[in-house]
């Protein structure tokens, strides 16, 4: 049972669009991310988030933006979608480790499949 | 800085067989090691960690030792399963979190 949700789950657009990727905890976690996962599977960090109002870019460069008004959600949003904006998006939480602040296991949500036409 | 370095793939095995997947990472300090993996269509899932030199994780039949005079954490398993066809991550957390780029396992029946 996912503790993590993320919404839609497949999303096909035109190009110029503006989409929001959705994206809710249910466990309270302080810390949330978004990774861009390329067809080779790795992963790129693109934002995180340390809890309500705070908002970071992660180590790769992206055109996309969040938000963080409430703990349990973390919405990434893109104004103007572009193909090379087509990929996987996976959203992940945890919570801060007492033995540091990225001891903790991520929680990842199942992904958001996006293509841009 | 950190980095994690894993076996390239694709991996094709049969039913049985035993799989071991390399993993070395380079960092400062005293870094904890984590296994994620990630079946199709799914997100991410924690497999094992360790938290310190000489741990061992171990989930679902996989193995993995902290080596930190290799700086190595090797996922094995003894006997996979059709099942275990996924794509596993081998992950480091210190001042930050670092992934590998994954290496997808195929397991015949």
């Known amino acids: 049972e996912a503790d993590i949700y993320q919404t839609p789950r497949y999303l096909v657009i035109g190009t110029g669009k503006k989409i929001t990727l959705e994206c809710s905890q249910t466990m309270g976690h302080d810390k949330m991310y978004w990774y861009q996962q390329d067809p080779g599977m790795e992963l790129h960090l693109i934002h995180y988030s340390y809890g309500v109002n705070s908002t970071e870019k992660g180590d790769l460069s992206s055109e996309s933006t969040v938000s963080r008004i409430r703990t349990e959600h973390f919405p990434l949003t893109l104004e103007s979608a572009r193909p090379s904006h087509t990929s996987q998006y996976l959203c992940a939480s945890s919570e801060y480790g007492s033995t540091g602040d990225y001891n903790s296991p991520l929680h990842f949500g199942n992904g958001t499949r996006l293509t841009v036409t | 800085g950190d980095s994690v370095t894993q076996m390239e793939g694709p991996v094709t095995l049969s039913e049985e067989a035993f799989l071991t997947i390399n993993c070395t990472y380079t960092a400062t300090g005293y870094p904890s090691l984590f296994w994620y993996v990630q079946y199709p269509g799914e997100g991410l899932q924690l497999l094992l960690k360790a938290t310190k030199a000489d741990d061992k994780g171990s989930n679902k039949g996989f193995e993995a030792t902290y080596r930190k005079e290799t700086t190595s954490f090797h996922l094995e398993k003894g006997s996979v399963q059709v099942s275990d066809s996924a794509v596993y991550f081998c992950?480091?957390?210190?001042?930050?979190?670092?992934f590998g780029a994954g290496t997808t396992v195929t397991v015949r029946a």
């Open positions: 992950a480091l957390a210190n001042y930050k979190l670092s």
